[in-house]
């Protein structure tokens, strides 16, 4: 949506450098995560998912990591390019992701310097 | 294949108006989501239908939000009346039939201003 960016953690990553963001998650009995990028203007889009029977999964140019223990979720994006610039945003969900809702946290706004 | 079509995009009103936005999901769709999401926040459901049926409406104000989805296709979504604190971006997102909750896919969203 427009201008969501405002007042958001912001990091500041060259292009090329790999860029890590994190986001806790409210609830312990949450078992499916997503990660999804929002560009100004545009609604959130699909990135990558993970279990919570899972620690990372890998797609192509992120990886999602999970830590249980403390209720963590990392994107990592390698040799991000100026198309990544965005606002992520992490969201939980239970029952497996097959129904219910999503309960997304507080995004992180990504600035990539060319 | 068309994306989730969202109208109008940008919108202006003073406190105690009214507005309704629409909403036209991908063509097939059962499902369709409105959220309500506040500058610096993350999306909040305020509404899901399956079909023309109300799934979950559990955060919707209802004292002065309302939706409907009559022909189980196009849906709009009212405000009356308005208030400052409604200001956000309103998302309309759908789904196919019985697929999971990261099959939603989003509309650009309607930008709400209350002066």
């Known amino acids: 949506g427009e201008n969501v960016g405002l007042h958001l953690p912001t990091l500041s990553v060259q292009e090329g450098d790999n860029s890590i963001i994190n986001c806790a998650y409210s609830n312990s009995a949450s078992d499916y995560f997503i990660w999804y990028k929002q560009e100004s203007g545009k609604g959130p889009q699909f990135i990558i998912d993970?279990?919570?029977?899972?620690d990372k999964r890998q797609g192509q140019r992120v990886t999602v990591l999970l830590n249980k223990t403390v209720k963590h979720l990392s994107l990592q994006i390698a040799a991000t390019q100026p198309g990544d610039s965005a606002v992520y945003f992490c969201a939980e969900t239970l029952y497996g992701g097959s129904q219910g809702n999503l309960i997304f946290g507080k995004g992180t706004k990504l600035s990539v310097k060319p | 294949e068309a994306g989730v079509a969202q109208s109008p995009r940008y919108k202006i009103i003073e406190k105690r108006q009214s507005v309704a936005f629409w909403c036209n999901p991908i063509?097939?769709?059962?499902?369709l989501y409105w959220y309500q999401q506040i500058l610096g926040q993350g999306p909040k459901l305020l509404i899901q239908?399956?079909?023309?049926?109300?799934?979950?409406d559990s955060q919707l104000p209802k004292d002065r939000f309302s939706a409907e989805r009559l022909k189980g296709v196009d849906s709009t979504l009212k405000i009356q009346p308005a208030k400052l604190e409604d200001s956000a971006v309103y998302l309309c997102?759908?789904?196919?039939?019985?697929?999971?909750?990261?099959?939603?896919?989003f509309g650009p969203g309607t930008r709400l201003t209350v002066t």
């Open positions: 997102a759908s789904s196919p039939r019985l697929a999971g909750v990261y099959e939603q896919y």
């Open positions: 993970i279990r919570s029977n899972m």
């Open positions: 239908f399956q079909n023309n049926g109300v799934v979950d």
């Open positions: 063509s097939g769709h059962a499902t």
